[in-house]
């Protein structure tokens, strides 16, 4: 059981807009940044979103996060069949002390 | 360009002991935390430990800490993981990620296997 919970699953057609949520808690993304990673099949993760809503160089304008509260969201607009891969939310947790992970979403592109 | 590569991983028996590298390459290594995180087969990413840029804190998993330690080399740009009393549950990939500060990941190595099994 993660202590940030994601949808198992996520699914639309290319072209489409599709948005992955992450729900946590007020020591966790109630305090602090959250963080989206993307994991194409058979490779190591890689750094999507970082500070809640910013992009590092390279990741295209097509993907977005924002947070409210004790919930942030992770938005992919424009669904390429490159996108499909697994998603997973992260965040600090003040009282464990330590970064929690949610459990991935596995987006398919229809 | 920046590059984590870790190695180390293989097959140890159960009760045995593991000790994972990663050496950075292509940034100020002395400048960032440094975090490793595993991936059984099949599974989600669970953080595993944390080193400040100095080796002066870390912070580790609730169900690792005590096994698991994670240590630094700057004079070697150099990031270790000790494993002790090693599980079959401890089998995963073993990622090296960079952080900006304790609370993230940024940049993740290309992983190494280790097995956990008689």
């Known amino acids: 059981q993660s202590v940030l919970t994601q949808p198992p699953s996520a699914s639309g057609p290319p072209g489409q807009r599709v948005t992955i949520s992450c729900s946590g808690s007020?020591?966790?993304?109630?305090?602090?940044?959250v963080y989206w990673h993307q994991q194409l099949p058979g490779t190591a993760p890689k750094l999507l979103i970082y500070?809640?809503?910013q992009r590092p160089s390279g990741v295209p304008d097509r993907f977005s996060g924002s947070k409210s509260g004790t919930s942030a969201s992770l938005a992919i607009s424009g669904l390429q069949s490159e996108d499909e891969a697994d998603y997973y939310c992260?965040?600090?947790?003040?009282?464990?002390?330590?970064?929690?992970f949610g459990g991935g979403t596995k987006l398919t592109v229809l | 360009e920046v590059q984590l590569a870790e190695s180390g991983g293989g097959l140890v028996q159960p009760g045995g002991s593991l000790r994972l590298s990663c050496v950075a390459s292509?940034?100020?290594?002395?400048?960032?935390?440094m975090n490793w995180v595993r991936q059984a087969p099949g599974r989600g990413l669970e953080w595993v430990a944390n080193i400040k840029q100095d080796g002066s804190e870390e912070y580790y998993a609730g169900s690792l800490k005590g096994r698991f330690t994670i240590s630094r080399d700057n004079t070697k740009n150099s990031v270790y993981l000790q494993m002790n009393s090693l599980r079959a549950d401890d089998t995963a990939v073993y990622y090296c990620a960079r952080g900006d500060d304790y609370q993230d990941v940024g940049i993740w190595g290309q992983g190494t296997l280790v097995t956990v099994s008689s």
């Open positions: 007020r020591s966790n993304i109630g305090s602090n940044y």
């Open positions: 500070w809640n809503n």
């Open positions: 992260a965040s600090w947790d003040d009282s464990l002390r330590a970064l929690v």
């Open positions: 292509g940034f100020a290594f002395s400048n960032y935390y």
